[in-house]
């Protein structure tokens, strides 16, 4: 018969750590017998249950063959001593001297009645004073114990379910009363072979050394079974008599670590090696572990008798109680992990394991490191941005898990793509960069696993110890890298009210680097002049007081007089007619009015001072909002974009090969003030000046070009934001929203080609702020309609992609809209008219234009014509044109 599959892997696991079959067999019989068959038990934790039970049998084997020939009596003792090596519990009584009586009153105060809770299985299947005499003789012999040297705690099942708990029954105070705030350095107590409970780390899984420590970190987490024990106790006789301070006074005697509330081990009274309550962390004095014993703990102690042991992990340690962990500290934990937990007992040894051991190690000796102490120690550089647990779980999960930037949700998986997609390093900057800085630390592990030999100390002498194993290299990324990895979470670097994040979900490529600034700058020569003496009273509403949109008449408010009415709501909406209004203006063609100057200082600056026909600026709507200078409050409802970006937004990786773009991560209300275009103030002479390839988003501020008559080469200005700008520089042009053919409508009615306008989701409307600093004003983007969350927001650039000699460098538009103008025409032909569709747009347009200044009375009858016309044509060219 084919052995049972189960049996054959316990045999291959025990196997795998040197135990014979022959071994294996009684005892896996005996937990099978114990645990009703239920595998699950044995096989938890590599058959750690099945390990331990094993080594017992033998441990018990040798002492009872000391003792027989020592005594050579006790006769039921081997049959005892059989029996024992099934229940993991018998390891608490292991080396057990003669019992006493089992009742709880009988406890020794010392240890305030330590009791095992048995799991059900236990009452029922041995005898019923076992239990009792093993915490009685715990109690009775307050002594450290880990028998082989090890700290011990088992967990049994419950039924085969729920661990062994031990409780500290008692609520005596066992902490040496009113202790003066003093340091006590304590070494490793000597241990004698066990009569007290201590916990015990798995060997398999063992992630803090258990060697000096009673606890290990895994306990603390909340969903685990919380432990109780008595990690150091107090000999009653001791408690008033001793010296506390005194050196030569035992653990034991010394030491209670912890109140009775302290002495679980649970929430804020964590336990890594260290007991306090968490409202008297401040009051803390260190202790240093005196250099030749690397096992000696450091203990505080507070002026109100709290003990705390600083141990080698201190993850679960709040804040306040940061502890920089030593080289010895360490080395001790690696010791235990890789030396112990390793090389003797793990089957599953691998050097990944290894590796995730000692990032592990490391992080939770940093965990609650303050950040100025990483920098002190030259700590994680490139990574001080990152928060310790996230690295951690980037760690240890390889990223799978994504969450790597975890305080902005809507990064999440996307910035673990592209951080853990590809290993190439400079795409994954920050964890790699850890993980390349603890190469160093894994060598030096390997190092200690292979030699046995001591970290030595290569760090600065200032910081010797600690220096020499926070192994983080210098930072090998660049600034710009940097700069786009910090910026993650906050492309503003705190510039704006509002946080934007940026993410790219689609390749690895990083936020082009640009130098965030919230509101214009002059660049050198542009003529703008803020000056308080310039701005005259009759440009700033000084007679208004508190909000001006809650005065009766709107006209009553000289700033809101320009455009005879408040353009905002009381919502801070802009005003829907006026909205329709600066619509149809920017981008009806039929609607447009393009003004001529006469002496275009665009094109004076194309050209080198030769001069070209002006080709027209778009007369536009303006906004002019009340500003310090008016009477009103900072809080008026007539200032809005001068209060900064209010919504939530997201730089993002557009999928349309558009490069980068900006979205709204909320729903965005018609006519919301979204942001201002900011870049920097420059002349139409030095942005030629520039160069032209690099710099293809500038906006011009032409709107009173013409009225003014702008000719002075300091005043017509622009706005760049190649290398200066705000979140406004990743506007893209825009994005179409229309499916299938669109009915010809008249003008203005859905459908028409004012709907079409309604492409780009923004529109960007010129706004007076300071002054009346005509050539000089701010750029607004409000929504044109609703817009959804996650919705890119675009506008549309104006841009006359026929026009080559324009300012803006026109590119391979990919707004998807059917109206782009950047349609690939120029080997289409159509026989629609016979004649070319490009030609025909354009004598449309331009038919059209003409007609509508020259003869009033024809351009609704032309209009309407043109609209059909031109609207047959498209059709016509998308439905046929190859
Ligand atoms: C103001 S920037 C917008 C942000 C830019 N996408 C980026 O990655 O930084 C303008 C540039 O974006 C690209 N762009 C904007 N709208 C586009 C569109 N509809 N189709 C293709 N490219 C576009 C063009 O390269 C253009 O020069």
Same mark, same amino acid.
């Given at each position: 018969?084919?052995?049972?599959?189960?049996?054959?892997?316990?045999?291959?696991?025990?196997?795998?750590?040197?135990?014979?079959?022959?071994?294996?067999?009684?005892?896996?019989?005996?937990?099978?017998?114990?645990?009703?068959?239920?595998?699950?038990?044995?096989?938890?934790?590599?058959?750690?249950?099945?390990?331990?039970?094993?080594?017992?049998?033998?441990?018990?084997?040798?002492?009872?063959?000391?003792?027989?020939? %020592?005594?050579?009596?006790?006769?039921?003792?081997?049959?005892?001593?059989?029996?024992?090596?099934?229940?993991?519990?018998?390891?608490?009584?292991?080396?057990?001297?003669?019992?006493?009586?089992?009742?709880?009153?009988?406890?020794?105060?010392?240890?305030?009645?330590?009791?095992?809770?048995?799991?059900?299985?236990?009452?029922?299947?041995?005898?019923?004073?076992?239990?009792?005499?093993?915490?009685?003789?715990?109690?009775?012999?307050?002594?450290?114990?880990?028998?082989?040297?090890?700290?011990?705690?088992?967990?049994?099942?419950?039924?085969?379910?729920?661990?062994?708990?031990?409780?500290?029954?008692?609520?005596?105070?066992?902490?040496?009363?009113?202790?003066?705030?003093?340091?006590?350095?304590?070494?490793?107590?000597?241990?004698?072979?066990?009569?007290?409970?201590?916990?015990?780390?798995?060997?398999?899984?063992?992630?803090?050394?258990?060697?000096?420590?009673?606890?290990?970190?895994?306990?603390?987490?909340?969903?685990?079974?919380?432990?109780?024990?008595?990690?150091?106790?107090?000999?009653?006789?001791?408690?008033? %008599?001793?010296?506390?301070?005194?050196?030569?006074?035992?653990?034991?005697?010394?030491?209670?670590?912890?109140?009775?509330?302290?002495?679980?081990?649970?929430?804020?009274?964590?336990?890594?090696?260290?007991?306090?309550?968490?409202?008297?962390?401040?009051?803390?004095?260190?202790?240093?572990?005196?250099?030749?014993?690397?096992?000696?703990?450091?203990?505080?102690?507070?002026?109100?008798?709290?003990?705390?042991?600083?141990?080698?992990?201190?993850?679960?340690?709040?804040?306040?109680?940061?502890?920089?962990?030593?080289?010895?500290?360490? %080395?001790?934990?690696?010791?235990?992990?890789?030396?112990?937990?390793?090389?003797?007992?793990?089957?599953?040894?691998?050097?990944?394991?290894?590796? %995730?051991?000692?990032?592990?190690?490391?992080?939770?000796?940093?965990?609650?490191?303050?950040?100025?102490?990483?920098?002190?120690?030259?700590?994680?550089?490139?990574?001080?941005?990152?928060?310790?647990?996230?690295?951690?779980?980037?760690?240890?999960?390889?990223?799978?898990?994504?969450?790597?930037?975890?305080?902005?949700?809507?990064?999440?998986?996307?910035?673990?793509?592209?951080?853990?997609?590809?290993?190439?390093?400079?795409?994954?900057?920050?964890?790699?960069?850890?993980?390349?800085?603890?190469?160093?630390?894994?060598?030096?592990?390997?190092?200690?696993?292979?030699?046995?030999?001591?970290?030595?100390?290569?760090?600065?002498?200032?910081?010797?110890?600690?220096?020499?194993?926070?192994?983080?290299?210098? &930072?090998?990324?660049?600034?710009?890298?940097?700069?786009?990895?910090?910026?993650?979470?906050?492309?503003?670097?705190?510039?704006?009210?509002?946080?934007?994040?940026?993410?790219?979900?689609?390749?690895?490529?990083?936020?082009?680097?640009?130098?965030?600034?919230?509101?214009?700058?002059?660049?050198?020569?542009?003529?703008?002049?803020?000056?308080?003496?310039?701005?005259?009273?009759?440009?700033?509403?000084?007679?208004?007081?508190?909000?001006?949109?809650?005065?009766?008449?709107?006209?009553? &408010?000289?700033?809101?007089?320009?455009?005879?009415?408040?353009?905002?709501?009381?919502?801070?909406?802009?005003?829907?007619?006026?909205?329709?209004?600066?619509?149809?203006?920017?981008?009806?063609?039929?609607?447009?009015?393009?003004?001529?100057?006469?002496?275009?200082?665009?094109?004076?600056?194309?050209?080198?001072?030769?001069?070209?026909?002006?080709?027209?600026?778009?007369?536009?709507?303006?906004?002019?909002?009340?500003?310090?200078?008016?009477?009103?409050?900072?809080?008026?409802?007539?200032?809005?974009?001068?209060?900064?970006?209010?919504?939530?937004?997201?730089?993002?990786?557009?999928?349309?090969?558009?490069?980068?773009?900006?979205?709204?991560?909320?729903?965005?209300?018609?006519?919301?003030?979204?942001?201002?275009?900011?870049?920097?103030?420059?002349?139409?002479?030095?942005?030629?000046?520039?160069?032209?390839?690099?710099?293809?988003?500038?906006?011009?501020?032409?709107?009173?070009?013409?009225?003014?008559?702008?000719?002075?080469?300091?005043?017509?200005?622009?706005?760049?934001?190649?290398?200066?700008?705000?979140?406004?520089?990743?506007?893209?042009?825009?994005?179409?929203?229309?499916?299938?053919?669109?009915?010809?409508?008249?003008?203005?009615?859905?459908?028409?080609?004012?709907?079409?306008?309604?492409?780009?989701?923004?529109?960007?409307?010129?706004?007076?702020?300071?002054?009346?600093?005509?050539?000089?004003?701010?750029?607004?983007?409000?929504?044109?309609?609703?817009?959804?969350?996650?919705?890119? #927001?675009?506008?549309?650039?104006?841009?006359?992609?026929?026009?080559?000699?324009?300012?803006?460098?026109?590119?391979?538009?990919? &707004?998807?809209?059917?109206?782009?103008?950047?349609?690939?025409?120029?080997?289409?032909?159509?026989?629609?008219?016979?004649?070319?569709?490009?030609?025909?747009?354009? #004598?449309?347009?331009?038919?059209?234009?003409?007609?509508?200044?020259?003869?009033?009375?024809?351009?609704?009858?032309?209009?309407?014509?043109?609209?059909?016309?031109?609207?047959?044509?498209?059709?016509?060219?998308?439905?046929?044109?190859?």
């Amino acid at each position: 018969m084919a052995p049972d599959p189960r049996v054959a892997r316990a045999f291959k696991a025990m196997k795998a750590i040197g135990i014979t079959e022959t071994k294996v067999k009684p005892v896996l019989k005996k937990l099978l017998k114990l645990y009703e068959k239920n595998w699950e038990l044995i096989e938890e934790e590599n058959y750690r249950v099945l390990a331990d039970a094993i080594f017992d049998e033998e441990d018990d084997a040798k002492v009872s063959g000391q003792k027989k020939s %020592k005594f050579n009596q006790e006769e039921n003792f081997e049959e005892e001593a059989q029996e024992e090596p099934l229940r993991p519990l018998k390891r608490l009584r292991r080396g057990q001297e003669p019992r006493v009586p089992s009742s709880p009153s009988n406890a020794s105060p010392s240890l305030g009645g330590a009791l095992l809770i048995r799991p059900k299985v236990e009452e029922d299947e041995l005898p019923a004073t076992s239990s009792q005499h093993q915490s009685q003789d715990n109690v009775k012999s307050p002594q450290f114990s880990s028998g082989n040297g090890r700290a011990e705690i088992q967990r049994l099942g419950n039924k085969g379910k729920e661990p062994v708990s031990v409780h500290v029954a008692s609520t005596e105070n066992r902490c040496i009363p009113e202790r003066s705030s003093h340091a006590v350095s304590i070494r490793e107590p000597a241990v004698e072979s066990g009569n007290l409970l201590l916990p015990k780390v798995s060997r398999t899984q063992a992630l803090i050394k258990p060697k000096d420590e009673p606890f290990t970190d895994g306990m603390f987490i909340d969903n685990r079974p919380k432990y109780e024990v008595p990690i150091a106790v107090i000999h009653p006789d001791s408690i008033g %008599k001793g010296d506390s301070s005194s050196g030569n006074v035992s653990l034991e005697e010394r030491v209670c670590l912890g109140s009775p509330a302290s002495s679980r081990l649970d929430g804020e009274h964590r336990v890594d090696g260290v007991l306090a309550s968490s409202s008297e962390r401040s009051s803390h004095e260190l202790a240093t572990i005196p250099e030749e014993n690397p096992s000696s703990l450091e203990i505080a102690s507070s002026p109100m008798g709290e003990v705390k042991l600083f141990l080698s992990c201190n993850s679960a340690v709040g804040r306040s109680n940061f502890h920089m962990p030593s080289v010895d500290e360490l %080395k001790e934990l690696m010791e235990e992990r890789c030396l112990r937990s390793y090389k003797i007992i793990d089957p599953s040894f691998s050097l990944m394991n290894l590796f %995730k051991n000692v990032c592990e190690c490391f992080l939770e000796l940093t965990t609650n490191s303050s950040c100025e102490s990483q920098e002190r120690l030259g700590t994680v550089t490139p990574c001080d941005l990152l928060t310790k647990s996230t690295a951690r779980d980037a760690l240890l999960d390889g990223g799978s898990k994504g969450n790597i930037y975890t305080t902005s949700g809507i990064l999440r998986g996307s910035v673990d793509k592209q951080c853990f997609a590809d290993v190439a390093p400079p795409q994954v900057p920050r964890p790699l960069q850890f993980l390349n800085g603890l190469d160093d630390l894994v060598g030096t592990c390997e190092e200690m696993v292979a030699n046995g030999s001591p970290i030595s100390d290569k760090g600065d002498p200032e910081f010797s110890g600690s220096c020499s194993l926070v192994l983080v290299p210098q &930072c090998q990324l660049t600034s710009d890298e940097l700069r786009a990895i910090n910026d993650v979470n906050d492309i503003t670097k705190g510039e704006e009210r509002v946080e934007i994040p940026w993410v790219n979900e689609i390749s690895n490529e990083r936020l082009p680097t640009f130098y965030y600034i919230s509101q214009n700058l002059v660049y050198q020569n542009a003529s703008v002049s803020f000056s308080l003496s310039q701005i005259g009273a009759e440009h700033c509403c000084s007679d208004c007081f508190g909000n001006c949109l809650a005065s009766t008449s709107a006209i009553a &408010c000289v700033c809101a007089r320009q455009t005879g009415k408040f353009v905002y709501t009381p919502e801070g909406l802009l005003d829907e007619e006026f909205l329709a209004e600066c619509v149809t203006m920017t981008r009806d063609p039929q609607q447009q009015r393009l003004l001529n100057c006469r002496d275009c200082p665009l094109e004076r600056s194309k050209n080198d001072g030769i001069l070209e026909p002006c080709k027209g600026h778009l007369e536009r709507n303006i906004i002019k909002e009340c500003w310090s200078k008016c009477g009103c409050y900072k809080q008026c409802g007539n200032r809005v974009v001068q209060r900064g970006i209010n919504s939530k937004l997201q730089v993002f990786f557009t999928p349309e090969e558009k490069g980068w773009g900006l979205r709204t991560l909320e729903k965005l209300q018609k006519g919301a003030f979204v942001c201002e275009f900011v870049g920097e103030i420059v002349t139409t002479k030095e942005l030629y000046d520039r160069n032209t390839k690099k710099h293809n988003c500038p906006v011009l501020l032409d709107a009173y070009w013409v009225p003014k008559g702008v000719s002075k080469e300091e005043e017509a200005l622009c706005l760049d934001a190649t290398c200066y700008g705000n979140v406004a520089r990743f506007l893209n042009h825009r994005k179409g929203i229309c499916d299938g053919p669109q009915p010809v409508k008249k003008t203005g009615e859905p459908g028409s080609r004012v709907e079409r306008c309604f492409d780009a989701n923004l529109i960007e409307i010129p706004v007076e702020i300071e002054g009346p600093e005509l050539h000089y004003y701010h750029l607004a983007f409000f929504t044109t309609r609703e817009v959804d969350a996650l919705e890119e #927001l675009t506008w549309d650039y104006g841009i006359d992609f026929d026009d080559h000699d324009h300012l803006v460098k026109p590119f391979q538009c990919r &707004c998807a809209s059917k109206f782009c103008r950047n349609m690939k025409r120029s080997s289409r032909k159509c026989f629609c008219f016979g004649i070319d569709c490009e030609m025909s747009r354009k #004598l449309f347009k331009y038919t059209h234009a003409f007609h509508r200044d020259k003869d009033p009375d024809l351009y609704p009858l032309l209009d309407e014509l043109i609209v059909s016309l031109d609207d047959a044509i498209q059709w016509w060219i998308l439905r046929w044109c190859p």
